[in-house]
């Protein structure tokens, strides 16, 4: 049996186990169910084939009804969940505001680069005016553009 499938098979047996004391018939029952879980995992060639047949298969089916059996037959092994364990879901009003919130944030950040942007151009242009500053320009710019030809 591929291992990706023996490991699936081995988590949905784990889950039983993890989540109720079992008894011995219920254990019997899973001994059953995985008996022809496992047949079917053998005739698989890797673990997408298997997830694919098991799920179309009735076994998924048996797999389901057996955890609903067993929650209603054997003692629970997961901690009850309290209010104070959820946490509060935001309004709808907390949502929109997050969201307006974002909005102008990313406004406000593409309006600095733009200004930030037209700046740096306008003292660039400043710049050239400066006699020897505005030859230092152009002599770098034809460096930069000869410097894409040499390789």
Sequence with gaps: MDAQIKMSIDGRRAAFANSYELTKEAEAKIADLFKEIEALGKSCK????????LAASPLNQQYINLFTELAQSCKSKLAPVSDADIEPQPTKGEVAADLLKNDLEMAADGTVQHFRGRAYRAAHDKARDIPVVGDAIDLKNKIDFFSRFKK
């Design 46 to 53: 890797d673990s997408a084939d298997f997830e694919a047949k």
